[in-house]
């Protein structure tokens, strides 16, 4: 089954994942079918990946954010977080709680 990934989470499962670890993999199931040229029936299965993470009933793991997600984390201290979250999503755009 071809599995496909794209932006960060490529990067992170290429620097992550090495050639016959396990992993599991959630995302959408696509399957279509198709003639090739020469009138013979081809069928494909693909996953277009949401998450990648190693099976972890068959190994251990050890969890290490990307670079690129800390600097992200780091913006917003742990207080402003938890009122954004609380807020809900008016409070990212800037609006107030309940406003449209």
Known sequence: MTVKAWRELAHNIKA???KGE???VTGRLRASKWKDGSGEE???????????GHDLNRGTAAYRRSERQVRRDDDVDDNELMRR?????AAEAGGQPGAP
């Open 22 to 24: 396990p992993v599991i």
């Open 16 to 18: 992550s994942v090495r």
């Open 42 to 52: 081809r069928a494909e299965v693909v996953v277009d990946a949401v998450a990648v």
């Open 85 to 89: 979250l609380d807020a809900g999503p």
